[in-house]
C-alpha cells in the first residue's frame, strides 16, 4: 500500500495490532476450525489428534510451533479451502472491534500468529498490512510461527528493521513487540494500558 510506504520511509507515527483477542473478538483459528467442521462433521475424526496434542503440550513435550502446526493441521482434509475462508469471514468480520475500526488507518499492520491464509483475508477487507505465519492451507509451514520474537523477526525483515510507533496486543508473549515499539499497550476486552514505553516496563500499567 502507498500510505504504508509512506509512512515507513518518511517516519510518520505507525501502529501495529496483534489479531486475535486483540482487535478481533475470539480467536480467529479457533473459530474457523469450528465453522468447517459444522459444515465438514468427519473433521470431527481429527479432534483426537488436537486432543493428544494439547496434553503433550501441557506437559510441555511439544514446543508451541509443533503444538501449533498440529492445531492446524485440520486444513488437510478440508477442499477448496478459500472458499471456505471468504465464506468465513463474511460471517465473522462482525466481530472486529468497534474501537479500532474508529481508529483504523490503512497505514496500520497486524502482526499475528494465525495463518496468512486466514487472517490475510480479514486484514485485506480491512483495508490494512499483515505479518503472519506463513503456513500454507495445504499444511506447510515455512520457518517459525509468528509468535513471541520471531513477530520481531518477521516483521523487521519484510519492512527493513522500521520502527514502530505502537503495538498494541492481548499478550503477554507479545512482550518483544511491546518492548521493539515506542509504546506497547496491552488490551483486555475493549480496554487498553499502556504497559511499554521506550522499551521499558510500565507499573503499574496506564489506562488509556
Known amino acids: ?97 468497534q474501537w479500532y475500526l474508529d481508529c483504523r488507518r490503512e497505514d496500520d499492520i497486524v502482526i499475528s500468529a494465525t495463518p496468512f491464509f486466514v487472517v490475510g483475508e480479514a486484514c485485506k477487507r480491512l483495508g490494512v498490512s499483515c505479518v503472519a505465519t506463513d503456513f500454507s492451507a495445504k499444511g506447510k509451514l515455512n520457518g517459525k510461527h509468528c509468535h513471541g520474537k520471531y513477530k520481531v523477526k518477521y516483521f523487521c525483515e519484510k519492512y527493513d528493521n522500521a520502527p514502530l510507533t505502537a503495538y498494541y496486543s492481548d499478550s503477554k508473549s507479545d512482550v518483544p513487540l511491546w518492548r521493539y515499539a515506542e509504546k506497547g499497550y496491552l488490551v483486555k476486552g475493549d480496554k487498553i494500558f499502556l504497559v511499554y514505553q521506550n522499551g521499558q516496563k510500565i507499573e503499574p500499567p496506564c489506562r488509556v
Not at 489479531?19 to 459444515?39: A, E, K, P, V
Not at 511439544?62 to 478459500?82: A, T, W
Open 1 to 97: 500500500m502507498l500510505a504504508q510506504t509512506v509512512s515507513i520511509w518518511y517516519n510518520i507515527d505507525m501502529n501495529s495490532y496483534d489479531f486475535d483477542d486483540t482487535i478481533f473478538r475470539g480467536n480467529s483459528m479457533r473459530r474457523f476450525s469450528i465453522f468447517c467442521t459444522l459444515r465438514l462433521p468427519y473433521l470431527l475424526l481429527y479432534l483426537p489428534v488436537i486432543i493428544v496434542a494439547m496434553l503433550l503440550r501441557a506437559v510441555r513435550i511439544l514446543n508451541k510451533n509443533v503444538y501449533l502446526l498440529l492445531l492446524e493441521g485440520f486444513v488437510l482434509f478440508v477442499p477448496n479451502v478459500e472458499r471456505f475462508v471468504q465464506k468465513f469471514w463474511d460471517k465473522n468480520m462482525c466481530r472486529v472491534k
